[in-house]
């Protein structure tokens, strides 16, 4: 949304204030404010970079190193998972319950 467009549509509330008998609220200043930033944001959207390049999306050609077509491509054998060394006691998942015993004897 351009800001003459912003602008615009604040006049016409204000104008619906006035009709009313309710206090303008372009007079306000936090309203002041918001108007002058976004006209400041607008002005200066023309002076700033883009994040990307233009480029960057727009290719066609597949980075380097990957499959060209996903369904002849050949799957990686996984490594199967390193077993664990006795002597560690592996962290659970849950806490590990406990029953208590009463103070009989």
Same mark, same amino acid.
């Given at each position: 949304?351009?800001?003459?467009?912003?602008?615009?549509?604040?006049?016409?509330?204000?104008?619906?204030?006035?009709?009313?008998?309710?206090?303008?609220?372009?007079?306000? $200043?936090?309203? +002041?404010?918001?108007?002058?930033? *976004?006209?400041? @944001?607008? #002005?200066? /959207?023309?002076?700033?970079?883009?994040?990307?390049?233009?480029?960057?999306?727009?290719?066609?050609?597949?980075?380097?190193?990957?499959?060209?077509?996903?369904?002849?491509?050949?799957?990686?054998?996984?490594? $199967?998972?390193? +077993?664990?060394?006795?002597?560690? *006691?592996?962290? @659970?998942? #849950?806490? /590990?319950?406990?029953?208590?015993?009463?103070?009989?004897?």
């Amino acid at each position: 949304m351009k800001f003459a467009d912003i602008n615009q549509n604040l006049k016409s509330i204000a104008r619906q204030h006035l009709l009313a008998g309710m206090a303008v609220p372009n007079r306000h $200043p936090t309203v +002041k404010d918001t108007l002058r930033l *976004i006209e400041v @944001r607008c #002005a200066n /959207r023309a002076h700033s970079s883009a994040l990307f390049d233009d480029g960057d999306f727009l290719k066609t050609t597949p980075p380097q190193g990957a499959p060209k077509d996903p369904h002849t491509a050949v799957p990686e054998q996984a490594e $199967p998972p390193a +077993k664990a060394k006795k002597g560690y *006691i592996s962290m @659970r998942s #849950a806490p /590990r319950l406990v029953r208590r015993r009463s103070g009989r004897k």
